[in-house]
């Protein structure tokens, strides 16, 4: 089943903060996320394990809730090149990208 | 350091034919996906592959059909194609144990 991420869309200007969530009705045991630009490949950003520690990556972080079943992806002082889909893929305990179930992504638009 | 490239990025096709789209990886990763990318639904897996000769359904296989001969090579091959079967379609590889899934530059088809 589809992890649902919210918002759908987001438009901010370079410099402000923005909070990408992904929300499953499974029991989530590995988060994947994952960025694309437009017209280009997805990109592997980071993942989040199970029981691990909030992830980091420059300026763009994320964490896992296991009560709310929930990985949140944390952008902060954006930047343009920030813009582009974002989409979390949950996956198996051991965190393998043998099998991942993407959700459906967040458009993100960063403005001068 | 050729990675993984998908062959044609383009193609135009015409409803009831049968297409072929390639992927080819360097690497010698054991896994393979193929996905679709559709406006509203995110990343699809259409199939996956752990390793030469094995392959296996994911979520959306009907109307598609894979082989894997060769550890590089997972033709993805459409055999009668429909107009829902217009797509942009993403070939992936992974190794066991890894956690990063490496996407191709993707194919975009379409049927008329």
């Known amino acids: 089943q589809q992890p649902v991420q919210s918002p759908q869309a987001v438009i901010l200007r370079e410099g402000e903060d923005a909070v990408i969530n992904c929300s499953s009705s499974?029991?989530?045991?590995?988060v994947h996320w994952y960025r694309q630009k437009h017209g280009e490949a997805p990109v592997f950003l980071m993942i989040?394990?199970?029981?691990?520690e909030q992830k980091g990556h420059d300026k763009i972080s994320a964490s896992f809730n296991e009560k709310k079943q929930q990985s949140s992806l944390y952008l902060t002082a954006s930047q343009l090149s920030y813009s582009g889909t974002y989409f979390c893929?949950?996956?198996?305990?051991?965190?393998?990208?043998?099998?991942?179930?993407f959700g459906s992504g967040t458009q993100l638009t960063v403005l001068p | 350091d050729a990675g993984i490239t998908q062959s044609p990025r383009y193609k135009i096709t015409e409803t009831g034919r049968q297409v072929t789209l390639m992927c080819h990886q360097t690497?010698?990763?054991?896994?393979m996906f193929w996905y679709r990318q559709d406006l509203g639904h995110g990343l699809r897996l259409i199939y996956y592959?752990?390793?030469?000769?094995?392959?296996d359904k994911g979520e959306v296989p009907d109307g598609y059909v894979v082989s894997r001969s060769k550890t590089e090579n997972f033709p993805l091959t459409l055999e009668s194609a429909t107009r829902s079967q217009t797509s942009v379609y993403f070939c992936?590889?992974?190794?066991?144990?890894?956690?990063?899934?490496?996407f191709g530059a993707g194919t975009r088809l379409s049927v008329l």
């Open positions: 592959s752990a390793a030469a000769d094995i392959t």
């Open positions: 989040l394990l199970k029981g691990g």
């Open positions: 893929g949950t996956g198996p305990f051991s965190g393998s990208a043998r099998q991942l179930t």
């Open positions: 992936a590889s992974s190794l066991p144990g890894q956690n990063i899934q490496y």
């Open positions: 690497w010698s990763h054991s896994y």
């Open positions: 499974k029991a989530l045991y590995s």
